[in-house]
């Protein structure tokens, strides 16, 4: 999937989850986590045949989703305290989950 529509996918968990988390930059937050698996995007930077090899790899699995969400989260805790460290990490879990579907619905 593109990044633009993850990111949009993000903004409408945020939207969504508006009257129910109270986050100032709750928001901000939902687009960034839904966009977290891609980090592996990185990979390019050593090559495309290391990137063909590493994307869609660890970050993109249930397990380290769980682990990132909750990185993510004590991290942008950091700079929004108004944001829940357990709400906040299920919330980016929740965005990363949707990430994995909507790669799974797309070729490579």
């Given at each position: 999937?593109?990044?633009?529509?993850?990111?949009?996918?993000?903004?409408?968990?945020?939207?969504?989850?508006?009257?129910?988390?109270?986050?100032?930059?709750?928001?901000?937050?939902?687009?960034?986590?839904?966009?977290?698996?891609?980090?592996?995007n990185?990979?390019?930077?050593?090559?495309?045949?290391?990137?063909?090899?590493?994307?869609?790899g660890?970050?993109?699995?249930?397990?380290?989703?769980?682990?990132?969400?909750?990185?993510?989260?004590?991290?942008?805790?950091?700079?929004?305290?108004?944001?829940?460290?357990?709400?906040?990490?299920?919330?980016?879990?929740?965005?990363?989950?949707?990430?994995?579907?909507?790669?799974?619905?797309t070729?490579?």
């Open positions: 999937m593109d990044p633009v529509t993850h990111l949009a996918a993000g903004g409408i968990q945020g939207t969504a989850l508006k009257p129910l988390v109270a986050a100032k930059h709750l928001l901000l937050f939902c687009v960034l986590a839904s966009w977290l698996p891609d980090i592996d990185l990979a390019g930077l050593f090559g495309p045949e290391f990137y063909l090899v590493h994307h869609r660890v970050t993109h699995s249930f397990i380290c989703g769980l682990v990132l969400a909750a990185v993510f989260a004590a991290l942008f805790r950091l700079w929004d305290r108004t944001l829940p460290l357990v709400t906040g990490s299920l919330v980016a879990y929740a965005g990363i989950v949707n990430h994995i579907f909507l790669d799974l619905i070729s490579y």
